[in-house]
């Protein structure tokens, strides 16, 4: 699942093996949202419910800020911008961000990174 500002600050994506292109940019997000009172954890196994391979997401993370008790922070790596854009049509992202969008009441801090790799990214 990808979790974006756009489309209500929601999609659903899941990894997906294999390197990024030799020579393309990788396009990273870091978000931090916040669920509603008591529904962290519904939040976060809706958010971990994906099994479809989505193609171009390369890492995707879920992490309960342990300051917070409601944030959920979302870290995740894919290709190149242009498949995290095209995730957000998939008809499974959609459904996702229909079951998902109750359970949330804001967003936090949300960043777009260029991830050049690291342990679990193949370059």
Sequence with gaps: MTLT???LGLSLT???EGPAQ???TMYGLIGKMIAIPGKRDELIALL???TT???????YIIAKHPAEDAAVLITEVWDSKESHDASLA???VRAAITKAKPLIAAFGDFTVT???GGVGLAR
Excluded at 53 to 59: A, H, N, T, V
């Design 5 to 7: 500002r756009r489309a």
């Design 14 to 16: 899941v990894a997906a």
């Design 22 to 24: 030799e020579g393309k």
């Design 48 to 50: 971990l419910e994906g």
């Design 53 to 59: 391979s989505m193609p171009g997401c390369l890492s």
């Design 90 to 92: 998939l008809p499974a």
């Design 114 to 116: 260029e991830p050049v």
